[in-house]
């Protein structure tokens, strides 16, 4: 026996926790156990809300059949197709070609490809392209075999990185942490900063995440130049809750390996870091540290974050005469308006060796610090960086103009102290 209804108006049919609506007809086909809706339909359910032009839905099987504009809302991420088979009770299912839209913060993500593939705990995405980009034609593009996305990763295998549509750089895999609004610990997102100065020359840094275990991943790193010494490196990052490990190796081009060990606790209110350094090079430098901060926190007069830190560190020079030291200090930004930021750095030193290149941003006693940026329109600023000590005078005075569009920020910055300038060019992934 075949029910079937003929209306205008939009229908609704409730089926085991299924809802379905039409623009058009709705036809129950009892022996079959079937719904058939024509006409802007939407099928909605516990974990899934489809839109399409016609769908079939089996209420025994939990399968769905939509065909036309098909537009799928899942786990809050919207994915578009012209076809898709999909099962509400297993909740697997595929799709053909389509396009998503990824909620994320700061931007949503955009993903195109072949075909979308839904299981139960993940989305797997063959021949695929992702973007943070806005615009209709995205300034640049990850290009991936294959993308895998749960509730806590973005995984993208044999990737190309193609910006106005040109390679320019080759990942085996990237692995994007879903972020939750929250402070990161470590990398949310593949850095990549070409850059030139005069005293480097080319430079080109880059660091990416690959998944390794559940809780676990590779970060790769590199700071090449063409001037001086260029170093590469290959870290294990493992994270639980609040808490990440970072334990890295790096090769310098001089010929001497370098370990370190970082150990990060994050909340909401304070951010704990415990380091660990050691190279190997003729100079046998070596140093180990903490800090711990307050993080920002508002008031009548403005924003204030506090810190402390603490730091053992040593270095031989090139008579196997040893400086360096144990210090520790006391910092107080405070950030009066969202473009200006001063600090207090108390430094005090437990021994009486000198720190020489060891203490190279600041020095004994008081550092005042400042950070301000000065719009010039939309796109274009310019910024001021600079270090006073009270004892020593100027450790830093820096100048900087800063182009920061849709997809990339370009920086160009004079250092008053080296007479040097460099530029860098990011990507705003």
Same mark, same amino acid.
């Given at each position: 026996?075949?029910?079937?209804?003929?209306?205008?108006?939009?229908?609704?049919?409730?089926?085991?926790?299924?809802?379905?609506?039409?623009?058009?007809?709705? +036809?129950?086909?009892?022996? !079959? !156990?079937?719904?058939?809706?024509?006409?802007?339909?939407?099928?909605?359910?516990?974990?899934?809300?489809?839109?399409?032009?016609?769908?079939?839905? *089996?209420?025994?099987?939990?399968?769905?059949?939509?065909?036309?504009?098909?537009?799928?809302?899942?786990?809050?991420?919207?994915?578009?197709?012209?076809?898709?088979?999909?099962?509400?009770?297993?909740?697997?299912?595929?799709?053909?070609?389509?396009?998503?839209?990824?909620?994320?913060?700061?931007?949503?993500? #955009?993903?195109?490809?072949?075909?979308?593939?839904?299981?139960?705990?993940?989305?797997?995405?063959?021949?695929?392209?992702?973007?943070?980009?806005?615009?209709? /034609?995205?300034?640049?593009?990850?290009?991936?075999?294959?993308?895998?996305?749960?509730?806590?990763?973005?995984?993208?295998?044999?990737?190309?990185?193609?910006?106005?549509?040109?390679?320019?750089?080759?990942?085996?895999?990237?692995?994007?942490?879903?972020? $939750?609004?929250?402070?990161?610990?470590?990398?949310?997102?593949?850095?990549?900063?070409?850059?030139?100065?005069?005293?480097?020359?080319?430079?080109?840094?880059?660091?990416? +995440?690959? $998944?390794?275990?559940? $809780?676990?991943?590779?970060?790769?790193?590199?700071?090449? #130049?063409?001037?001086?010494?260029?170093?590469?490196?290959?870290? =294990? #990052?493992?994270?639980?809750?609040?808490?990440?490990?970072?334990? /890295?190796?790096?090769?310098?081009?001089?010929?001497?390996?370098?370990?370190?060990?970082?150990?990060?606790?994050?909340?909401?209110?304070?951010?704990?870091?415990?380091?660990?350094?050691?190279?190997?090079?003729?100079?046998?430098?070596?140093?180990?540290?903490?800090?711990?901060?307050?993080?920002?926190? *508002?008031?009548?007069?403005?924003?204030?974050? =506090?810190?402390?830190?603490?730091?053992?560190?040593?270095?031989?020079?090139?008579?196997?005469?040893?400086?360096?030291?144990?210090?520790?200090?006391?910092?107080?930004?405070? *950030?009066?308006?969202?473009?200006?930021?001063?600090?207090?750095?108390?430094?005090?030193?437990?021994?009486? /060796?000198?720190?020489?290149?060891?203490?190279?941003?600041?020095? =004994?006693?008081?550092?005042?610090?400042?950070?301000?940026?000065?719009?010039?329109?939309?796109?274009?600023?310019?910024?001021?960086?600079?270090?006073?000590?009270?004892?020593?005078?100027?450790?830093?005075?820096?100048?900087?103009?800063?182009?920061?569009?849709?997809?990339?920020?370009?920086?160009?910055?004079?250092?008053?102290?080296?007479?040097?300038?460099?530029?860098?060019?990011?990507?705003?992934?």
């Amino acid at each position: 026996m075949l029910l079937l209804l003929l209306n205008c108006n939009p229908v609704r049919a409730d089926v085991s926790e299924v809802n379905i609506e039409s623009s058009g007809d709705v +036809e129950y086909d009892i022996i !079959n !156990n079937t719904v058939i809706a024509n006409d802007e339909v939407i099928l909605i359910s516990d974990n899934v809300r489809i839109e399409a032009a016609t769908l079939k839905y *089996n209420v025994d099987s939990g399968w769905v059949v939509a065909n036309g504009g098909v537009k799928i809302t899942f786990n809050g991420n919207l994915y578009y197709s012209e076809e898709l088979e999909y099962n509400i009770n297993e909740q697997i299912g595929s799709t053909a070609a389509f396009t998503a839209t990824i909620k994320e913060q700061p931007r949503d993500l #955009k993903i195109r490809g072949e075909r979308l593939i839904v299981e139960e705990d993940s989305q797997a995405v063959d021949q695929a392209r992702l973007t943070s980009c806005p615009e209709i /034609k995205p300034h640049y593009e990850f290009s991936a075999k294959k993308i895998t996305i749960t509730a806590e990763t973005i995984i993208l295998n044999k990737t190309v990185l193609r910006v106005k549509g040109i390679p320019v750089f080759y990942y085996p895999q990237i692995t994007l942490p879903k972020k $939750n609004g929250n402070d990161s610990v470590a990398l949310n997102s593949p850095a990549l900063k070409p850059g030139y100065s005069k005293e480097d020359g080319l430079t080109f840094d880059y660091q990416f +995440e690959t $998944n390794l275990l559940s $809780n676990s991943k590779l970060v790769w790193s590199g700071n090449l #130049k063409t001037k001086t010494s260029s170093k590469v490196g290959l870290g =294990l #990052k493992i994270d639980t809750n609040n808490i990440s490990n970072l334990l /890295k190796v790096a090769y310098d081009f001089d010929d001497y390996w370098e370990i370190a060990d970082y150990f990060y606790y994050n909340t909401e209110r304070y951010f704990l870091v415990v380091d660990g350094v050691k190279d190997f090079s003729p100079k046998q430098h070596n140093e180990t540290g903490f800090s711990i901060t307050r993080k920002y926190w *508002n008031s009548s007069l403005g924003r204030w974050q =506090l810190g402390f830190l603490a730091r053992q560190t040593w270095s031989d020079d090139e008579n196997k005469l040893r400086y360096g030291g144990i210090y520790s200090g006391i910092r107080l930004d405070y *950030n009066p308006h969202p473009y200006v930021t001063i600090s207090y750095l108390g430094i005090h030193s437990f021994t009486n /060796k000198e720190y020489h290149d060891l203490m190279s941003d600041f020095g =004994l006693g008081t550092n005042i610090l400042y950070d301000i940026k000065l719009p010039i329109n939309q796109e274009y600023q310019f910024g001021l960086e600079g270090t006073y000590n009270i004892d020593d005078g100027w450790y830093s005075q820096k100048y900087m103009i800063v182009r920061d569009s849709c997809c990339f920020k370009t920086t160009i910055t004079y250092d008053v102290e080296n007479n040097d300038w460099d530029l860098k060019l990011s990507i705003k992934f």
